[in-house]
C-alpha cells in the first residue's frame, strides 16, 4: 500500500483500494490493525478535524481514511456505525487494532490519562 504524506495535513491519507474483501466489517478489520493509529473520518466534518487536530498535537501521526472520498465509504460508514452501536458514525479511532471508539471515548481517554498509555503500547508514542 502507498502513504501519500500530506505536510500541511493530520497524518497519512491513504486511499482504500477496491480488495478482495466483500464484508465491510472485515475490511474495517484489517485497515484498523495495519497502523498503531487509524481515524476513519470524512473530510468536511468538524469533529474528526478535532481528533485529528488532538493526535497530530500530541505528536502522533494517524493513518486516516476519508469515507467521503472513498467509494464503498458508505458502506464502510454503515458497518463504523454498526461497531460502535449507535447513530455516530465518524470518527471512529482505532489504536493497536482496538477499537477505542468515536470523539467522546478519545476525549474521555485523553482526560482521564489512558490515551497516552494507549498510544504508547502501541507503538505511536515513544516519549
Not at 500541511?8 to 495495519?34: H, I, N, Q
Not at 478535524?49 to 458508505?74: I, Q, S, W
Not at 470518527?91 to 482521564?112: C, D, Q, T
Request: hydrophobic fraction near 45%.
Amino acid at each position: 500500500m502507498q502513504y501519500q504524506y500530506q505536510s500541511e495535513s493530520w497524518g497519512y491519507y491513504v486511499p482504500m483500494r477496491t480488495s478482495m474483501v466483500s464484508d465491510p466489517l472485515e475490511k474495517v478489520a484489517r485497515l484498523a490493525s495495519e497502523s498503531a493509529v487509524v481515524v476513519f473520518s470524512i473530510s468536511s466534518c468538524c469533529m474528526c478535524h478535532a481528533v485529528k487536530r488532538l493526535f497530530c498535537g500530541m505528536g502522533v501521526n494517524p493513518t486516516v481514511y476519508e469515507l467521503d472520498h472513498d467509494p464503498r465509504g458508505k458502506e464502510i460508514e454503515k458497518a463504523l456505525m454498526r461497531l460502535l452501536g449507535n447513530s455516530t458514525s465518524v470518527p471512529v479511532v482505532f489504536i493497536g487494532g482496538k477499537l477505542i471508539g468515536a470523539m467522546e471515548r478519545v476525549m474521555a481517554s485523553h482526560i482521564s490519562g489512558t490515551l497516552v498509555p494507549l498510544l504508547k503500547e502501541a507503538g505511536a508514542l515513544w516519549l
